[in-house]
């Protein structure tokens, strides 16, 4: 049978070869280096895998931050240089490269990554190499008693918020009457445990809940199920393609017309998976949203260069991303310190405000404590413009969260002091 | 004198690999094989060459292997985490888990053969995956095993690994070069020959007296032995178990490796999970959409070297008339003639 | 009236829902039955061709704005491509001793390399796909749930195409050609027939099923370029339960599988994902070749 010639071979190694020096995307992104040692942001996160979309938008976040940073001299007068790595969505091999990170290229913090395993991984790694870490997604370690590293910082709503902020809406404007499908594992586990916090304190019922398998790739067998629970809300925990399978399922099976659907984390790169309509009538929660630009003049700066660079319109991951990054880089020029205790202690209580409401990295966890936005998806016909899918219909404040004290912490005591 | 090291060499490369092992973290770090890649790859090639023990050398395709690897690293990382105990106690449960998994998977899947075999083990293999999750108040359910301290070895001597790659690779090196001399020497004995009697033809080798169900449950046995241990040592490099560990991809993985490296020689394992590892970890620094190089480069050297790549080298050095090369540990030529791709 | 906590018009409805969602694993458990079972290959890639199918027809309906365009000529796209692959791809390892390990490797390879050139081409966030209109509409509510007509023509549309395939096999010369060439190619390249061509129409064949599969399915889940991953797992599954070397085989394995997912999904849901492990094992302990499996094929 026909074998491959050495010719053939050589010549579509060549092929190989030359298309990837060509096509090639340097992932070490060298900027323009001052005189002293570059400030090396050492940015690992899922670049392949089910989230690949969000992190590569978390990334484009990063990148916009980086450049403002250098554009005002970089951190203590050191040109920030983002070092890249995928994590391949597999936590042996984010640890293997955060390693590498650590040892071989020295840097100066850990930002990044998306899942849960990654993220604790991180985090213990930022403890036993004593380097601050930045979290961009949201976190779930705070909810682990114990777990969490004094250099860790949060960014994104924690889940606790998230299921708070759209339970303690819910509860005012939808019905009382509540329902839960998730995704099983842990994010949505932790979800579901905010909104049994919430149906305590708001006086709703919460039905025993609807796990789908994970990673799930259909929700039709779990749907005659639902709907047999005649819920007034439907809480949904899930994100990426499975959100976008349940979204189509929902309208498919006409359970937007029998319940109100409320998405409890969601990115406008679900609603452009979907497709114009799909989350027509849905609500949902979601930690920043592109239209806040007519609202919060950073958020506008933040739209413009984002939209100029890549025609898109910038998502929650990107915001969040964005905001840590710039975040870190002024309080280190503030207190005029990149020393870990001190810019640590820094951020800790830090009030900022950049592409939203005002924000605060809480001093007892290290979670940001910031607002989150109630959307609610508009009918095809509605959309001005493509990326159209959303009315902002509210917001829930800050005071809508976990208090210290339920998570384990002392809310007198600093993370950084423990 | 030099005649003489050549001919050693060419009996024995044992001790050629080990000076490998001994240097290479000195290089390492130069080139794109850095430390921790090279221990993973270490860690890895074990697991492969564990899996092949059954798969290139008796026959036997295993779906299941992530149950073998995946208990063992959560019994070390459970008695790392919880019990605090020291990490050569807990590789040795790690293996000692590893051999009881296999016992009972093999006791219940060896009533069948060939692709059921296969399929039942796969099925099997889901009862750790089920059962880590629903306890997930213990390992961590899926977000996996943490809160392992920081490790030190403490016997022979005091050596730190948390943060020392070089001594984790060491330690390691050391660990995985042992099981090598171990499989070495199993695979070159009579059961050795035993096992590869039971691969080329499981009749014929029943009829020639060979009781072949003991054979093979033994085999699986060792199998899962090496697979505990290359299971523990995974969590003591990543001082962190994830689930993935035993998940059927981890099963998935183990299979691409061993034949990719070449199933049935002895370096085929390791070759296979160093490339593969290597090649991912490489390509995803430098290129966007690393994974179409990845997958375009692995069907090509596939479609080169069909035999996995020491497979197909042996092969081809052997086709030279040269002496029976392209495996790092050959064995000394066998008396009676062995299948051309097959003998360690 | 309730049956185990739900109102019987639950559990019609959960049936429906699985009968069709077997009619999907019908598809693809076809196509790789014949791919296996005819050739011996285990197609690594099948799930990559189902989400090639998909966004194929995302293509065609972009391009075209119609559904049912795509319906016809995306499958025959894929097939094509998959044509293409055998050719220059999958025929270069056989007679290769251990073809089996290295037909593995290479699909695998597809299955990592097909997914990524997707996101090159089309971007890494799904694409919508959306159901025809004309099958928008519900045909009857059972206990709440709409029973849409888009299920229905699933149904339909497996119900038709399952009997042509078997009159392809069983009926034309092409089938029996296909069919005789792997259980004894010698006898049948010595009788004058190319064998090699007849290889690469029967991996064609069954890729365009799994093409079929995905066309069929992209209105009601989300295209992406990993949706292929989980399908293949359960598909292998459908094939060892359902039996290797027959036409039943998948069939029966595919509605067997679907009903299990579905009932399984109403009464234990944390259960869901595992049952169809534990169902596998229980057919190979007490049936191993599978419910309409053939002797002799396991080894």
């Not at chain 1, 309208?251 to 409320?262: A, D, N, P, S, Y």
């Not at chain 1, 452009?272 to 009538?281: H, K, L, M, P």
């Not at chain 2, 490790?151 to 005091?158: C, E, V």
């Amino acid at each position: 049978m026909g074998r491959i010639s050495r010719r053939t071979f050589l010549k579509s190694a060549g092929v190989v070869g030359g298309a990837a020096a060509v096509a090639g995307f340097p992932y070490v992104n060298r900027l323009a280096l001052g005189q002293s040692k570059p400030f090396k942001w050492g940015y690992i996160s899922p670049f392949t895998g089910p989230y690949a979309t969000e992190t590569h938008d978390q990334r484009r976040g990063v990148e916009i931050a980086v450049e403002e940073i250098n554009e005002k001299g970089g951190i203590l007068g050191r040109k920030v240089e983002l070092v890249v790595r995928d994590t391949e969505f597999n936590p042996a091999a984010a640890r293997r490269k955060a390693v590498e990170l650590l040892e071989q290229e020295k840097v100066d913090l850990i930002a990044g990554t998306l899942s849960g395993p990654e993220e604790l991984v991180m985090n213990e790694l930022a403890c036993k190499y004593n380097i601050l870490f930045a979290n961009y997604p949201q976190n779930v370690v705070s909810h682990k008693k114990g777990l969490v590293c004094k250099w860790f910082i949060g960014s994104h709503l924690t889940p606790f918020q998230s299921a708070a902020a759209m339970g303690r809406y819910a509860a005012q404007h939808l019905g009382k009457k509540w329902h839960y499908i998730g995704d099983n594992y842990s994010w949505p586990q932790l979800l579901l445990r905010g909104l049994e916090k919430m149906a305590k304190e708001t006086g709703a019922t919460l039905a025993p809940p609807t796990w789908a398998p994970f990673p799930a790739t259909d929700y039709s067998q779990f749907i005659p199920k639902v709907q047999a629970a005649k819920p007034e809300v439907l809480f949904v925990g899930n994100f990426g393609s499975p959100q976008v399978t349940f979204a189509k399922q929902a309208v498919e099976f006409g359970l937007k017309q029998q319940m109100k659907i409320v998405v409890l984390n969601t990115e406008i790169t679900m609603a452009e998976a979907a497709g114009r309509g799909v989350f027509d009538g849905f609500h949902a929660g979601t930690v920043w949203y592109w239209t806040l630009k007519d609202k919060y003049p950073g958020a506008k700066a933040f739209f413009d260069k984002f939209h100029a660079r890549t025609q898109r319109v910038p998502s929650g991951y990107a915001s969040v991303s964005y905001t840590t990054t710039r975040l870190i880089a002024d309080t280190a020029n503030e207190i005029k310190s990149a020393d870990l205790a001190k810019l640590t202690a820094a951020l800790e209580g830090r009030k900022f405000q950049y592409v939203k409401g005002p924000e605060q990295i809480r001093a007892c966890d290290h979670s940001n404590i910031q607002q989150a936005f109630v959307l609610r998806g508009k009918p095809a016909e509605a959309m001005k413009d493509k990326w159209d899918f959303f009315d902002v219909i509210g917001e829930v404040g800050a005071e809508a969260i976990e208090p210290c004290k339920d998570e384990g912490f002392d809310e007198a005591v600093p993370l950084s002091k423990t | 004198m030099a005649a003489g090291a050549l001919s050693l060499l060419r009996r024995d490369r044992a001790p050629l690999v080990a000076l490998l092992l001994l240097v290479a973290p000195f290089v390492a770090d130069r080139t794109p094989l850095y430390t921790a890649l090279l221990t993973e790859a270490l860690v890895f090639g074990l697991f492969a060459l564990a899996f092949d023990i059954a798969l290139g050398h008796s026959g036997m395709l295993s779906l299941g292997h992530s149950a073998l690897f995946g208990v063992a690293s959560y019994t070390t990382g459970l008695l790392l985490a919880h019990r605090k105990w020291g990490v050569g106690e807990s590789v040795l449960a790690g293996m000692l888990a590893g051999l009881l998994t296999a016992a009972v998977m093999g006791g219940l899947a060896l009533r069948k053969r060939g692709v059921y075999f296969a399929m039942l083990t796969l099925a099997l293999s889901q009862i750790p995956f089920f059962a880590v999750r629903m306890t997930l108040d213990i390992t961590g359910g899926d977000d996996g095993l943490s809160g392992i301290p920081k490790l030190a070895l403490a016997f022979p001597f005091d050596l730190p690994l948390s943060k020392h790659p070089r001594n984790l690779y060491f330690f390691v090196a050391a660990v995985v070069g042992l099981c090598m001399l171990m499989v070495r020497r199993i695979l070159r004995s009579p059961f050795g020959r035993a096992m590869r009697a039971v691969r080329e033809n499981e009749e014929r080798a029943r009829t020639c007296g060979y009781d072949t169900q003991r054979i093979k449950l033994i085999a699986f046995l060792l199998s899962g032995l090496f697979a505990g241990v290359a299971g523990a040592l995974l969590t003591v490099l990543l001082e962190f178990v994830p689930i993935e560990n035993v998940h059927w991809s981890m099963s998935g993985t183990v299979v691409i490796m061993a034949m990719f490296g070449g199933s049935g020689t002895f370096a085929g394992p390791f070759v296979g999970s160093t490339v593969f590892l290597w090649m991912k970890d490489y390509l995803s620094k430098r290129i966007e959409f690393w994974e179409v190089f990845v997958g375009g480069t692995f069907i090509i050297i596939v479609l080169f070297l069909p035999e996995g790549i020491v497979g197909t080298l042996k092969r081809h050095l052997r086709a030279r008339g040269g002496p029976a090369a392209g495996t790092i540990a050959a064995s000394p030529r066998p008396r009676a003639p062995a299948s051309p791709t097959s003998e360690p | 009236m309730t049956f185990l906590g739900f109102p019987l018009e639950s559990w019609v409805a959960q049936l429906y829902v699985g009968l069709v969602n077997g009619c999907v694993f019908i598809l693809l458990a076809l196509g790789l039955s014949i791919i296996f079972g005819l050739m011996g290959i285990v197609n690594f890639a099948h799930g990559v061709f189902y989400m090639l199918g998909a966004y194929a027809a995302y293509s065609v309906i972009a391009a075209t704005g119609s559904y049912w365009l795509a319906l016809a000529a995306a499958p025959l796209i894929v097939g094509v491509l998959g044509l293409g692959v055998e050719r220059g791809i999958i025929r270069r390892i056989y007679g290769v001793k251990n073809a089996a390990f290295a037909g593995v490797l290479v699909t695998y390879g597809l299955s990592i390399l097909l997914p990524d050139f997707v996101r090159m081409l089309y971007g890494r966030p799904g694409k919508p796909v959306r159901i025809p209109p004309e099958l928008t509409g519900d045909l009857l509510t059972i206990g709440g749930t709409k029973l849409g007509a888009y299920r229905l023509f699933i149904l339909i549309v497996t119900a038709v195409v399952v009997p042509l395939l078997w009159l392809l096999l069983n009926k034309t010369n092409l089938g029996l050609v296909i069919r005789a060439g792997t259980s004894d190619s010698l006898m049948v390249q010595a009788l004058g027939i190319n064998v090699s061509r007849v290889w690469t129409i029967t991996f064609g064949l069954g890729i365009a099923l799994a093409a079929f599969a995905g066309v069929v399915t992209a209105p009601m889940l989300a295209v992406s370029p990993e949706m292929g991953g989980t399908i293949l797992i359960q598909c292998f599954i459908v094939v060892v339960i359902g039996g290797m070397g027959s036409f039943a085989g998948p069939i029966v394995g595919g509605l067997i599988i679907g009903q299990v997912l579905s009932l399984t999904s109403m009464v234990y849901d944390v259960l869901a994902d595992v049952i169809i492990y534990v169902a596998m094992a229980a057919v190979l302990l007490l049936r191993p070749r599978g419910l309409f499996g053939v002797e002799g094929i396991e080894d």
